[in-house]
């Protein structure tokens, strides 16, 4: 009786593992820039350039998928880390946020880099010209930095703050 489970069990787990290839994870791709960051400020060049490079893969509707995505379960666990980053910030629908999520969404882009948050750790590894040098961190945080200032002179201080959201001691 266990050599009959042990043979099915077999031929499960090779049945998964030819199927498993092609099923494949949506993909990440979208043309529509509508309300990308870029629509509402001033993206400069070195800080496109550094997005493209180290941060749009997961934060933005345009993730350049290598070939290791396409082998199961490898490419839904990157998915599953494409679809978090975006839930957290996506750069090509930052114009559609709310004023105070945008507002809060530059101070994390500042924290996290401040912090050397970001990019991952497990993303560098693979992708090691997505890892920042400190001249690169500063041009992001400065950047921020600068998004909020003009933030702060167009819209009142309360609506730069979710209401919402509960205040940390």
């Given at each position: ?8 069990f077999g ?130 945080i400065k ?27």
């Open positions: 009786m266990k050599k009959k489970k042990l043979k099915y031929i499960g787990i090779l049945g998964l593992l030819i199927i498993a290839p092609i099923l494949h994870s949506p993909q990440n791709l979208s043309n529509d820039l509508s309300n990308d960051i870029s629509k509402k400020f001033p993206v400069p060049d070195t800080i496109r350039q550094i997005l493209k490079i180290s941060c749009n893969d997961c934060h933005s509707n345009l993730t350049v998928y290598p070939w290791y995505t396409k082998v199961q379960p490898f490419g839904w666990w990157i998915q599953h880390h494409i679809d978090e980053g975006k839930r957290e910030l996506n750069f090509n629908e930052f114009s559609s946020y709310s004023i105070s999520r945008q507002f809060h969404k530059l101070e994390k882009i500042k924290e996290e880099m401040q912090e050397h948050g970001m990019p991952l750790t497990s993303y560098t590894l693979i992708h090691k010209n997505a890892k920042l040098n400190e001249g690169q961190n500063e041009l992001l950047w921020a930095i600068s998004l909020q200032d003009t933030l702060k002179a167009n819209f009142p201080a309360d609506s730069l703050v979710n209401p919402n959201r509960k205040k940390r001691g």
